[in-house]
């Protein structure tokens, strides 16, 4: 009996040290007040949470030589390490008619020393060893805010219509090259890779990017502010729908959102850093950048700091259309397909010098313009499945702001019942749990009141390319 009775306490708090970590995407963020505001994910100053990797993300080591290459399987998640001016290659076994997106994002240790041309580049080779021109592949470099964050490179093969190279069937490499500058650190970077197949269409498409749209930029959205709290990677961003939306950010921080897009649908956004005491100008203080569903960078725009409210705003993006991907426009290929859109925003470690380590006032104005129209009919199945709609249950988890990771229909309630269900506790445990998850909810609806007015967007917001280079 006591055997018995030392199980199921060692059950218990193990269930109840995971329940714990999936509770915290419940935690509501504070109320935001200029100076004074929560950070996301709940971390102490100075001391920005670190990335999130994916739960299921499996290891894998890169291979020096392309013929070593361990061979990723599509709609999976991995894990990896590069080292200082390392090169790595990966495998892939690619048919003659799916196209092949393959992201690598690049994680440095908080406090690592990165200099301007610091990066991570990704690009896909032939079974000849050629490469696969695609017209958006490239590199992504921290740029003159020379401050650590997850850096996020892909690249592509595309098949069908207007294909020049890499057409054929056979196995693909995946190269993975770490870039370093004189002066930065030589510490390992750990990687996330993620590879998404795209089959072609069952019926022929346009194949000429649309040369007319409206481009004019939309009025800032106005009302009360809701608070949101941002993840701390693509795989726990906060769930926005349309509105305005305001967080907590940390020098040194980088917060993770997402939005989801449907066809036909322009997604407008801007990035809002409130008033702080101190004093100096960082000219490359806020960064937001936005990735399409397959991790790849369509825009992004940064802005200075003096201690006043300032603005990042993005450029007028075209309606997402399955043709865009014709266009020699980066931005404009770059919204090729439905699904989650994702917005990530950096704050400089070199804020904490001047303003200190925060958290600073942050908001977000997210609008997404237009109806959803029809979707390309595919001849098979993307992987991962449905990467590219939005369904009813993406919509409800921007209206209820559900993290990426959650895959509840509630605020915290579902993900904390499945880690019940997967633990196979008993009845004891499960209502020790069922307490923490409804007290939970409960402060997350009472933080969810009536909030503060936001502060209408001010002139003059700094918004211009950020950081780029890609291969033509």
Known sequence: MGRRTGWWRGRCRGVLAGAAALLSVAA???QA??????AGQGSAAGTPPP????ADAEQVEGATKATDAVRLTPGTTYRSTVRDHGRLYYGLRLDETSSAYVSATAVPKPGTKVVYSDGVKVSLQDPEGHKCFSGDAGAARFGPTESPRPLTAWASRRAGPGTYTCKGAGTYSVLVERMSGSGSSSDDWELELQYVSEPALKKSAPTTAPQVWDSASPEALDGSARARQGGTSFNAARSLEEGVWKDGIQAGQTLFYRVPVDWGQ???ATAELGPASGEGFLGNALVMSLYNPVR???DDADTGYDGTRKVAALEPLPPVAYENRYSVDDQVGGVRFAGW???AVHLGAQMADKFGDGPFELTLRVRVRGEAGTAPVYDGATAPRDVFEVTVGDRDAAASGNAATGGDS????NTAMKA???GGIGAGCFLVLGLGVWTAVARRRAAAGPAEGATPAVDGAASRTYGRSRAR
């Not at 990335?51 to 994916?54: C, Q, S």
């Open 341 to 343: 859109y994702y917005l």
């Open 28 to 30: 509501p963020a504070g």
């Open 51 to 54: 990335y999130r990797f994916a």
């Open 420 to 422: 019940v269900a997967v």
């Open 410 to 413: 509630g605020p915290g309630g």
């Open 33 to 38: 007040t200029a100076g004074q505001v929560t």
């Open 266 to 268: 322009q997604i407008d």
């Open 296 to 298: 790849a960078l369509v």
